[in-house]
């Protein structure tokens, strides 16, 4: 009996679970107590004969089985989950989309209601994160990542070319000391994100200044955290317009020079080859294509 298939109700479960590592929202998404969830995992697992998960005080990690169990029958739940709704006539397909928080803030979701209305069938759940791992542990099909277009066993589309230019809250720039010139940053403080070490620099050596030394340097984890930290007079960081403009438009930020630097690295659509022609993806695919354009 190798070939008999555990139950779908125990598979759904562990994928929910599995996606959120956590026992207790499982079991609010499924209806469930989080004891509820666990033996359900129990029962797969000895149904299975293998661990899926490892269990700690606060805390719940998968193991290797589990992420390669997670990686192929995530999908598949995601698909008899579409299917099933299909047929019911709750709506089109679902595309679980993996986007970084900043991004999805600052660009995509002001603009998903235009997506929404040319294709009312199909829905889009955004899950905010980074690493570009989540793809295979979460089942997720498609992401937007920041890079340089390479990553392997993926097709990468470029959504827009970027461009890094300094931006400071309007009364820094009129402050005292003002900044009139890319040399007055030396008596300023620099805004840097850790995820970009290398832009700064980069930029300073672009305008003639490889060796300026700020007075200070700040540096912030969350693309979000550091723009308001500009916004809110703390220093000058780089802005890029994708992640900036709100800001811009509302006169909270402003550009004191008009030096800018084009990024090696962009914005890209990823996704696995397999999902390329599902027509939800398909159609996804084209609209933010259109829209980073415009």
Known sequence: MRDRLPSLRAIETFTEAAR?????LAGERLGLTASGVSRRIQALEADLGVKLFRRFNRALELTPAGRRYLARVGPA????????RN?????????????LQSFAAAWLVPRLPDFLARHPDIEIELETGSAYEDFDAAGIAVGIRFGRGHWPGRLADRLMTIEAFPVASPALVRGD?????????????????RHLPDVWPAWL???????LKPRRQRAYDNSQLLYQAAANGLGVALGV???????????KL??????????ESSYYLVMRPDERQRPAIRAFRNWILAAAKG
């Open 205 to 211: 050596a672009a305008a003639g200044l490889p060796d």
């Open 87 to 99: 047929l019911r006539g709750k709506g089109g397909e679902r595309v679980r989309l993996s986007v």
């Open 241 to 251: 317009e994708p992640l900036i403009g709100e800001l811009m438009r509302e006169g």
């Open 254 to 263: 402003v550009r004191p020079f008009r030096q800018s630097l084009k990024l």
């Open 77 to 84: 739940i995601d698909r008899i989950r579409d299917a099933s």
């Open 177 to 193: 000391p003002p900044l009139r010139e890319p040399a007055d940053l030396a008596r300023h403080t620099l805004l840097l994100a």
């Open 20 to 24: 959120r590592l956590s026992f207790k």
